[in-house]
């Protein structure tokens, strides 16, 4: 199956959409006034003009109805009251993907507001991403010689100049006001971090569409100021993901630094961002989500990317969860435990009886594996980053 991923303003129609031959509908993000508000997905064979759009209202979410009508009846989509925005620098962290990320830096030179562009090079296997960056005027290449995302993002933060670092994955494109919308969220002192939505580029393999069936990136519509009284930090997950992500450098002195134990690089996989927004919330302070702070990533192509993808993040939960109880004292790890096996065992045994059980037990079956694996390499993982 593939699907077409399209962008589209309620208010400036298309009369007709090209090069969607082949495909067997569309996720569609829809804009209001040029701000996103929702989505619509849409089966094959997709109308034309007023058709199309009729359909696309059909098929519109509640994020979009809502959105829609505060329009119509002349109210301001929800945003923080216009304020100077502070000094930013926008960090990529990279290792050995140069075709993502020249398609990144295309998109971050596009944006609306530009600030100073930092590309981390994280134990590189060749000199190729040093040559691309070197193509575009103004970007700062640094070689990070450890391996790990984690201890990527923490030369990042050393290395920026801005009060804010922007993050955004070298896989990920921007949308033109991304950093502008995402940096608005710094006027309340208490928020550390800030975080936007994402949506999928393509959805041109079944697992690609899995991924974002199950949610993806993607955190709704509504913008939210995560804290301890409304968002357990055990679930901090849902405030957003290092995908798209601003954090206060100050934060590394408040709460610490990402752990470098932890994400892609490490025997832990993933979770440095979980992890973080996690002592970000326990600390006290917030994390503001921004719908309209939005870019876009290309998902893992194929179901073994996926289903590897799937066991990292469990993984990672289950390395973050070690850590919090062995390295913290935090009794609260038993209580989410004790949920995370009172859903996730009735959910595998379920999974065998869904239409597509073999992709549902699949993917049920890799959380399973990675809950299990992730104590142990959290271990290893926190092993070799304090013996190197």
Known sequence: ?????????????????????????????????????????????????????????????????????????????????????????????????????????????????????????????????RHLVERFPGVRYVREPKPGLDNARNTALREATGEIVAFIDDDAAPDRAWLATLLRNFQDPMVLAATGLTMAIELESDAQIAFQRVGGFTRGFKRMVYHRGNCDPFLAWHAGAGVNMALRRSAVALIGPFDPALDAGTRALAGGDTDLFRRVLGAGYAIAYDPQALNWHRHRRTMEELEQQIFGYECASFAVLTKALLYERNPRVLVMIAKWLRNQIPQLRRSRHYPDQRLTFNVAAAQARGAMAGPRRYFEARRRARHG
């Not at 993907?97 to 295309?106: G, K, P, W, Y």
């Open 1 to 129: 199956m593939k699907l077409a991923a399209l962008d589209l303003d309620i208010d400036a129609f298309p009369e007709a959409l090209d090069q969607l031959d082949g495909y067997d509908g569309a996720v569609v993000l829809l804009r209001v006034a040029g701000v996103p508000a929702g989505q619509a997905i849409v089966r094959a064979p997709l109308p034309a003009g007023r058709e199309l759009r009729a359909a696309l209202l059909e098929h519109a979410d509640s994020a979009f109805w809502e959105a829609f009508l505060r329009h119509g009846m002349g109210l301001a989509p929800e945003a923080p009251p216009p304020h100077p925005l502070p000094d930013a620098t926008v960090a990529i962290c990279t290792r050995d993907r140069t075709d993502d990320l020249e398609c990144c830096l295309n998109g971050l030179m596009a944006m609306s507001y530009q600030a100073p562009i930092l590309v981390i090079d994280n134990a590189p296997s060749t000199e190729a991403t």
